[in-house]
């Protein structure tokens, strides 16, 4: 049947209006909600952990390290350390890292003896 056709008939059964209102009606988009508004309490962050750990007990001898390859031109080898995890030293493996933006060089962590106890510095970049 024809598009014309159909209209005519629609339109002299009186349709036609209805089937155009559905249309439109379902065509309706309600407004996005307005935005949450901001917060009205601060926020508060925790003080960042102190970078100096104190150990009574000595990290053993520095690991030989096996370097590998380097992944590209960039990267810089972050040789390995001893943490101190759960009560007692723990070997770090060395790894190849990607400098952060503006960093050119790795500050290898450290253990210094102070007065009775060790005190470990985190590496990071300068």
Do not use: I
């Not at 909600?33 to 970078?51: E, F, Y």
């Amino acid at each position: 049947m024809r598009t014309d056709t159909l209209r005519l008939r629609l339109l002299a059964a009186g349709a036609l209006p209805l089937a155009v209102l559905g249309l439109v009606a379902c065509n309706r988009q309600e407004p996005p909600p307005p935005p949450p508004a901001p917060a009205t309490t601060p926020t508060t962050t925790a003080a960042p952990a102190p970078s100096d750990e104190v150990v009574e007990t000595a990290p053993p001898p520095m690991q030989q390290e096996v370097v590998e390859v380097q992944p590209g031109p960039d990267y810089v080898w972050v040789g390995g350390y001893w943490a101190w995890h759960s009560g007692r030293h723990e070997w770090v493996k060395g790894r190849w890292e990607h400098p952060p933006r503006g960093k050119r060089s790795w500050v290898a962590p450290r253990w210094e003896h102070r007065g009775r106890g060790y005190v470990f510095t985190q590496g990071h970049w300068d």
